[in-house]
């Protein structure tokens, strides 16, 4: 699969050539993210570039996107009277059988469904009836699929399925805003920073940046800091300057808030806040990013007063004085 300068939304660029394998994008940007699936299923072609399957466009080839199993953002299911009539039609849409709907809803954990109105489902039941679809395209060449752990399915079907097509040599493309996730879903690395995808040439250390450590106000700082200790996630631990105070490092913001909740609940701890102990690092680059433009202004402002001619400066008013005396002589009669 080659995606050359693709741009849709807030993806600005991309430029990547993937073998058959697991990869995972990671980002905070999920439009970029929900875009990234979107150009390269073919649901919406780049406006400008071009992404290729076999070299196959599919935005403009159907038989390019028979060949692609796609979980978007907000997936929209054919329209049936019943979700397992939907299902059967999009099953006869890519030549499977449709008499296997039910089986197929059955085996993701999704039977109560089958009977219920397709129209009255939410957004998230829509998804999770959708990604059962594409982890069941056992002829697709491409699966891309955007937060695949974060619907009604057990992650344990979701990440076994997807085990089996990396298996029998299909490219297997997620997309989250987890590390968690990220680091549950394997693969090589990617991430999306400023609009443009990117490859990494190593599996990055998850959270590392400033955003690992957390401020944690708790009713027993000294207690929850030994049970983080025992944790197998390879907290560290600094007690703060009052008994309810701790300062807590973890490998990814999601995955040590977390833990802390968890070990809280089992042994009795109340959390009463948790926050970042630096700002993100999108913050960070926000703060650098203006200060950039602000000292741009004030050297624009000064080149532009160096380089026009001094104004003329205006002469001073005449002054003109009046002193009113009052004459001591009466005025002359006419």
């Known amino acids: 699969?080659?995606?050359?300068?693709?741009?849709?939304?807030?993806?600005?660029?991309?430029?990547?050539?993937?073998?058959?394998?697991?990869?995972?994008?990671?980002?905070?940007?999920?439009?970029?993210l929900s875009s990234l699936i979107a150009v390269l299923a073919g649901r919406q072609p780049p406006s400008k570039g071009q992404v290729l399957i076999d070299?196959?466009?599919?935005?403009?080839?159907?038989?390019?996107?028979?060949?692609?199993?796609?979980?978007?953002?907000?997936?929209?299911?054919?329209?049936?009277?019943?979700?397992?009539?939907?299902?059967?039609?999009?099953?006869?849409?890519?030549?499977?059988?449709?008499?296997?709907?039910?089986?197929?809803?059955?085996?993701?954990?999704?039977?109560?469904?089958?009977?219920?109105?397709?129209?009255?489902?939410?957004?998230?039941?829509?998804?999770?009836?959708?990604?059962?679809?594409?982890?069941?395209?056992?002829?697709?060449?491409?699966?891309?699929?955007?937060?695949?752990?974060?619907?009604?399915?057990?992650?344990?079907?979701?990440?076994?399925?997807?085990?089996?097509?990396?298996?029998?040599?299909?490219?297997?493309?997620?997309?989250?805003?987890?590390?968690?996730?990220?680091?549950?879903?394997?693969?090589?690395w990617l991430c999306v920073e400023l609009g443009r995808l990117r490859a990494l040439d190593a599996t990055p250390r998850l959270g590392a940046g400033p955003w690992q450590q957390v401020l944690v106000e708790t009713s027993d700082a000294r207690a929850l800091s030994r049970l983080l200790h025992e944790s197998p996630l390879d907290l560290a631990t600094e007690l703060g300057t009052t008994p309810h105070a701790l300062k807590v490092t973890g490998p990814a913001l999601d995955v040590t808030v977390r833990e802390l909740a968890q070990l809280a609940r089992q042994h009795g701890l109340t959390i009463h806040r948790i926050e970042a102990a630096v700002p993100p690092v999108e913050a960070l680059m926000a703060a650098r990013a203006g200060f950039a433009r602000g000292a741009y202004e004030a050297s624009r402002e000064a080149a532009l007063g160096a380089a026009a001619p001094e104004p003329a400066r205006p002469e001073p008013p005449e002054q003109r004085i009046q002193v009113g005396l009052k004459s001591p002589f009466p005025p002359e009669s006419p």
Do not use: C, N, W
Request: aromatic share 4%; charged share 20%.
């Open 1 to 32: 699969m080659v995606l050359e300068g693709a741009a849709l939304g807030q993806l600005r660029g991309a430029e990547l050539k993937l073998e058959p394998g697991r990869y995972v994008v990671l980002s905070s940007e999920g439009d970029a």
């Open 55 to 188: 070299g196959l466009p599919p935005a403009t080839r159907p038989d390019a996107r028979r060949t692609i199993a796609a979980l978007f953002a907000d997936e929209a299911l054919p329209p049936a009277k019943t979700v397992e009539a939907s299902v059967a039609r999009a099953l006869s849409a890519r030549g499977a059988a449709a008499g296997g709907a039910r089986a197929l809803l059955t085996d993701a954990g999704l039977a109560p469904f089958a009977d219920m109105p397709q129209a009255g489902l939410g957004p998230r039941e829509a998804r999770s009836v959708a990604l059962a679809l594409a982890l069941a395209h056992d002829s697709a060449a491409l699966f891309a699929l955007h937060e695949p752990l974060a619907t009604l399915l057990p992650a344990t079907f979701v990440l076994a399925a997807l085990e089996r097509h990396t298996a029998r040599g299909a490219i297997v493309l997620s997309t989250t805003t987890s590390a968690a996730d990220a680091s549950a879903l394997g693969g090589h």
